[in-house]
């Protein structure tokens, strides 16, 4: 079945660092793969996705990911964190057939100053 | 204007009780999908409809049923409510690619916390 994980609860980083969520997909068809930020007592927000062409996709706020097929990862990256980035994150993918978006078990990222 | 809204915000009801939650998107979109998000942060897609029909419909209790009035609207109607259906519910919405296919850019609503005592 097509799937994401994403191994990490939470991930912990200072402001001004830079921060990695992880992602890793199944191989299985092709990865339609997206990421998405849950704020507090808010709706999800779409934040970047994969389809094909180049394997760095920039997205919002700053964030990007990058498709790797070899070890079958999409890890959302940003070069510095800021405190307001504070969320919880996931990763997520779309079957081409059903249109269905699974998504990962959710990573909270905390910032602190 | 809000593109994806949900009513109620937060519903807390008794077990056996009938309730229901109504969404609107006012972005054009053709597709519509309900989604539960556990209290583990755990989300799992319930529903799809495109324009009206119903494209996706995962093992959910018949207890369960969505309806469609038209492409803007998707209402989520729940019978005899049991403790396990609390959750927060989340409305979505995406564009239309080709049947059962959408973007994967879904728009969400702000969600609607049913708590069941």
């Known amino acids: 079945a097509q799937s994401v994980a994403q191994p990490e609860d939470q991930v912990n980083v200072a402001e001004g660092n830079p921060l990695t969520v992880k992602c890793t997909y199944s191989?299985?068809?092709?990865?339609?793969l997206f990421w998405y930020v849950q704020y507090p007592n808010r709706g999800l927000q779409f934040l970047l996705k994969?389809?094909?062409?180049?394997?760095l996709v920039k997205g919002s706020y700053g964030f990007e990911a990058e498709f790797n097929k070899s070890q079958t990862s999409f890890h959302l990256k940003k070069p510095s964190a800021l405190v307001s980035d504070s969320a919880l994150y996931f990763c997520?993918?779309?079957?081409?057939?059903?249109?269905?978006?699974?998504f990962g078990q959710g990573t909270t990222l905390q910032v602190k100053p | 204007d809000t593109a994806v809204s949900q009513t109620p915000k937060y519903l807390v009801t008794q077990m056996g009780n009938d309730k229901s939650i109504k969404c609107e998107q006012n972005l054009g979109h053709d597709t519509m999908y309900w989604y539960k998000q556990d209290s583990k942060k755990f989300l799992k897609i319930m529903f799809s409809y495109n324009n009206k029909e119903l494209i996706i419909n995962e093992t959910v209790p018949n207890r369960f049923s969505p309806k469609s009035p038209d492409k803007a609207h998707l209402n989520l109607h729940i019978n005899s409510l049991e403790l396990g259906d609390s959750a927060v519910y989340f409305c979505a919405s995406s564009k239309y690619l080709k049947r059962g296919a959408t973007t994967g850019e879904l728009f969400f609503g702000e969600g609607s916390r049913l708590t069941v005592l």
């Open positions: 997520a993918r779309a079957s081409s057939n059903t249109g269905k978006l699974i």
């Open positions: 191989v299985s068809g092709n990865p339609y």
């Open positions: 994969y389809i094909t062409g180049d394997n």
